[in-house]
Every structure is written in structure tokens, then in C-alpha cells.
């Protein structure tokens, strides 16, 4: 009989790529991973994986197998979901993915308020952005993901996701204190767009999004700097380097030497939270939603609206 747990880990591999990456997915060691994939090779009778440079190729067996496999654990992830929800006690693991501004301004409320109302439910964060976090709430690594979609840039969700709206964030421009717009309370976009810009990493999400919208307008963007870090951004800002869209969520303190001005029309994203739908009974993705729809409430009527000032 063929053992479900080496299904898994051929799953893993197909899904990653290489021993390494399915190893490092089941946090497991290669050794582990190359002895259940020997296993289940002899179990099947015929091998499953051929090297292919650093990685793998699946023989068609393997594609085969692993077509079954998938369909195994969507049902195992649902089995578990509805003895959860036939105890109606949220309880167990809950691992929740988060972008970066979403895991500094709605993660750590939710997650208290999750602690104090459920005491048995273990919740582990981990920052994480679209592009990585969306693949493993699919692949089952993650229980659920919190993502954003700026206006006319959205991510494809695929099958058999289930999201839930958490709030729209809106952004203001970022810029040095002594900056001819600085006293301004509202700015034109048009008046900004040539401005040298600090961007996010190349190549994210809001990093191909920021650069759409300037082409939108007619303007090739000129990105001085790119940093990942909310602090490194306003400390170039600051040092009067560049200009910056700044997201209200998780924003924090902004240094003396930096002002954010309203820019009409208004820059904003929709931040919302997904999980596959095989799971969709699970008290505790029922109970974390609703925690985190709390923590969106409390964030949205806490921070002041932007203006010629730091915050």
C-alpha cells in the first residue's frame, strides 16, 4: 500500500522543484527527504525523479502520482477542517502569512485578541509577500495569507481560495521636509511624477505596480533608490533623496525630516486575508478572520488622516 506520507513528500518536490526546496518546505533534512522518495521509488516499482541540472524532472509516473496526491491532501485538509468545526473548539496550529505593513499594523492586535479568546490556538506569523505567501497557502504550507491589490493591479487568486475584504489602505506621498510641496496639505498626482522616487525592491509586487501607474500617467519613472525596509524609505527620505508612496497601514513613526501629503487622485490598496477552501470550516480560520476584521476597524479609526506633517 502505497504510504501517504512519501506521497507528500513527492508532492513537495514537484511542487519546489528539488529535494533542497521540499526539504526546507516539510522542514526536514535532504537525507530524509532522498530516503522517503528511495521508499516510495521501491513501492511503486519504477523510478520517479530524474536529476536535472540543481533540480529534478518528474518521470510521468511521478506526474501521475502526483496528480492523486493532491487531490489526497485537499481531502485530509478538509477531513481535518470538519472534526474541527464537529467540536466547534478553535484549537490546534494556525500558520498566517503577512506582507510586511499588514504583520506590523493588524498581526500583532489580531493576534492578542486570538490569545486571550483561545487560549488552546497556537498562531504562528511569518512576513511573507504575495508572491511567495499566495503559492503556499495553495500548496497547504500556510493556513492563510493576508495580501494586497492596489487599484487596477490585482493578484490572481487561484481555485479553490476563499478571501475575505479587511480594509482599503490609502497613501500618502512621502517627502523631505524641504521639499517646495512640503507645506502643502493636498498635492496632484501630476505634480509628483517626475520626482526621483524611492520604490520597493525591483521586481514586487508594489514595486511593478508603482511603475505602472507613473507610465499610466505618461511618465517613465525615474526610481533613485530601492529599499525594502519602511525605515530605510524614510530615512533616504529624510536625507532628501527622493520621494515615496506611504502606505497608512503599519506606517509608525515618521522622522521630523520627513512630511506626508495628501495626493489627489487618491493612491490605495485593498487588503484582504485568503485560505483554500477545503479549510473554510475550521473555527480557528473563522475566529482569526474575525479577529483580524477587529484589528482593520481599530487600525482604520486610529490612524489620523495624511497631511503636511509627520505622524
Not at 533542497?20 to 511503486?44: C, D, F, I, M, P
Not at 510586511?100 to 479568546?117: F, I, K, Y
Not at 512640503?182 to 526621483?196: G, K, M, T
Not at 482593520?296 to 490612524?303: D, G, N, R
Amino acid at each position: 500500500m502505497l504510504s501517504v506520507e512519501r506521497m507528500r513528500v513527492l508532492h513537495a518536490i514537484a511542487v519546489n522543484g528539488s529535494l533542497t526546496g521540499a526539504a526546507e518546505a516539510l522542514q526536514v533534512t535532504n537525507s530524509a527527504v532522498s530516503q522517503q522518495l528511495s521508499k516510495l521509488e521501491r513501492e511503486v516499482g519504477q523510478p520517479l525523479v530524474q536529476r536535472n541540472g540543481r533540480g529534478v524532472r518528474l518521470t510521468e509516473a511521478a506526474e501521475l502520482l502526483v496528480e492523486h496526491t493532491g487531490r489526497i491532501l485537499s481531502l485530509v485538509h478538509q477531513a481535518e477542517a470538519d472534526l474541527e468545526a464537529h467540536r466547534d473548539a478553535v484549537l490546534g496550529q494556525l500558520r498566517l502569512s503577512a506582507i510586511a505593513t499588514a504583520a506590523r499594523g493588524l498581526a500583532p492586535q489580531a493576534l492578542v485578541s486570538l490569545r486571550e479568546a483561545h487560549p488552546a490556538l497556537r498562531v504562528k506569523l511569518i512576513e511573507q509577500e504575495p508572491d511567495d505567501s499566495v503559492p503556499a497557502v495553495v500548496r497547504g504550507e500556510t493556513d492563510m495569507a493576508i495580501i494586497v491589490d492596489w487599484a487596477e493591479s490585482t493578484i490572481p487568486i487561484p481555485k479553490d481560495i476563499m478571501r475575505a475584504p479587511l480594509m482599503e489602505d490609502t497613501a500618502d506621498i512621502a517627502m523631505p521636509a524641504t521639499h517646495p510641496l512640503a507645506h502643502r496639505d493636498l498635492v496632484d498626482l501630476d505634480e509628483v511624477v517626475d520626482e526621483p522616487w524611492i520604490s520597493w525592491i525591483g521586481g514586487s509586487i508594489c514595486d511593478t505596480w508603482l511603475h505602472g501607474m507613473l507610465q499610466e500617467r505618461g511618465v517613465e519613472p525615474d526610481i533613485a533608490h530601492e529599499a525594502e525596509e519602511h525605515q530605510t524609505k524614510l530615512a533616504m527620505i529624510a536625507a532628501g533623496l527622493g520621494v515615496a508612496v506611504m502606505p497608512r497601514l503599519g506606517r509608525g513613526p515618521v522622522p521630523d525630516g520627513v512630511r506626508l501629503v495628501q495626493v489627489q487622485p487618491a493612491l490605495s490598496r485593498h487588503v484582504y486575508v485568503i485560505w483554500r477552501a477545503d479549510a473554510a470550516r475550521r473555527p480557528a480560520i473563522r475566529a482569526a478572520v474575525r479577529a483580524l476584521r477587529e484589528a482593520a476597524v481599530e487600525h482604520t479609526l486610529a490612524v489620523p488622516e495624511g497631511g503636511a506633517r509627520a505622524c
